[in-house]
């Protein structure tokens, strides 16, 4: 996710953690799952497949690196927190399962870092997943699990620190060209930002291939509503860069976001013919089902 507002300290020694039986369960899946398991040292050599084994070839550490972003789309859809937002610092380990038919099951551990910065140095976690890329198809199959986040009490606090910012706003808001032509975001609305790249996660990890992925790159335009239950309620237009293509996506996103709650999501995007409706709650908002957070 760009841009981060901030340069990013290069990420210290995180502080011990004892995992809990879970995830070590999860984690030794991950490594004894039928398929390589290949600790990634040099991102410019791919990775080999299984000796002995026919097929497609194995996925790229580009690819690896692929199922760690939309992982953490993912992720940061279900949290349905601006304060616990997360961007990839590592890939760390990757194995794989290739079905010619189906896609690629692709089993990961990778490092992560805070989109925000807490007393100048990111808040460090690390994160065990499995993400089932389609063939060709959008919205790959994820379950994952993550260390290293932050005690719920404090997220939420953060987070109704942030909702009474966005409450003191003039009703019926209207901004746009966020971040502006050079890149800053001013502070003021700093919050709207955060919250619509939290909204903007559903649409990536929807969106998102085993080619293709995409960033936020602005808000063109953004509309607050004031509501009878006091949720902030957004219509805003991102503008999503896609890669490798390099077109730019505008995406109309209406978004209803309370501290604590399921995050609700509606959205078209320039080629999408019916709109797209979820909750960070529902099933409708998880391929699969519901993914366990350590700390939540």
């Given at each position: 996710?760009?841009?981060?507002g901030?340069?990013?300290?290069?990420?210290?020694?995180?502080?011990?953690?004892?995992?809990?039986?879970?995830?070590?369960l999860?984690?030794?899946?991950l490594?004894?799952?039928?398929?390589?398991?290949?600790?990634?040292?040099?991102?410019?050599?791919?990775?080999?497949?299984?000796?002995?084994?026919?097929?497609?070839?194995?996925p790229?550490?580009?690819?690896?690196q692929?199922?760690?972003?939309?992982?953490?789309?993912?992720?940061?859809?279900?949290?349905?927190?601006?304060?616990?937002?997360?961007?990839?610092?590592?890939?760390?380990?990757?194995?794989?399962?290739?079905?010619?038919?189906?896609?690629?099951?692709?089993?990961?551990?990778?490092s992560?870092?805070?989109?925000h910065?807490?007393?100048?140095?990111?808040?460090?976690?690390?994160?065990?997943?499995?993400?089932f890329?389609?063939?060709?198809?959008?919205?790959?199959?994820i379950?994952?699990?993550?260390?290293?986040?932050?005690?719920?009490?404090?997220?939420?606090?953060e987070?109704?620190?942030?909702?009474?910012?966005?409450?003191?706003?003039k009703?019926?808001?209207?901004?746009?060209?966020?971040?502006?032509?050079?890149?800053?975001?001013?502070?003021?609305?700093?919050?709207?930002?955060d919250?619509?790249v939290?909204?903007s996660?559903?649409?990536?990890?929807?969106r998102?291939?085993?080619?293709?992925?995409?960033?936020?790159l602005?808000?063109?335009?953004?509309?607050?509503?004031?509501?009878?239950?006091?949720?902030?309620?957004?219509?805003y237009?991102?503008?999503l860069?896609?890669?490798?293509?390099?077109?730019?996506?505008p995406?109309?996103?209406h978004?209803?976001?309370?501290?604590g709650?399921?995050?609700?999501?509606?959205?078209?995007?320039?080629?999408?013919?019916?709109?797209?409706?979820?909750?960070?709650?529902?099933e409708?908002?998880?391929?699969?089902?519901?993914?366990?957070?350590?700390?939540?």
């Open positions: 996710m760009q841009p981060r901030q340069t990013m300290s290069a990420p210290g020694p995180a502080r011990p953690y004892a995992p809990p039986r879970a995830l070590l999860l984690l030794l899946l490594l004894t799952l039928r398929g390589a398991a290949v600790p990634l040292q040099d991102p410019a050599v791919p990775l080999q497949g299984p000796r002995g084994t026919d097929g497609p070839a194995p790229s550490w580009a690819m690896l692929q199922a760690a972003r939309v992982a953490l789309h993912f992720f940061n859809f279900h949290s349905g927190s601006p304060s616990e937002l997360r961007v990839l610092a590592n890939v760390q380990t990757g194995g794989w399962q290739v079905d010619p038919r189906r896609g690629y099951h692709i089993n990961l551990v990778f992560t870092e805070s989109y910065l807490q007393d100048g140095k990111p808040r460090l976690g690390k994160c065990f997943a499995r993400v890329f389609q063939n060709q198809k959008p919205r790959p199959a379950t994952m699990t993550c260390t290293g986040l932050s005690e719920k009490n404090r997220t939420l606090q987070d109704h620190l942030l909702y009474e910012q966005l409450k003191q706003m009703d019926a808001l209207t901004v746009g060209g966020i971040p502006d032509d050079y890149g800053h975001i001013d502070p003021s609305v700093r919050p709207i930002w919250l619509a939290l909204g996660s559903y649409v990536m990890w929807e998102t291939t085993q080619f293709s992925y995409y960033y936020p602005q808000l063109s335009r953004v509309k607050q509503w004031k509501t009878s239950d006091h949720a902030i309620d957004f219509d237009t991102v503008l860069h896609e890669f490798p293509t390099q077109e730019i996506i995406c109309h996103i978004l209803i976001w309370y501290p709650k399921p995050l609700k999501v509606k959205y078209r995007c320039e080629e999408i013919q019916t709109p797209v409706e979820a909750s960070s709650g529902t409708e908002g998880s391929a699969v089902a519901p993914t366990e957070f350590s700390n939540f």
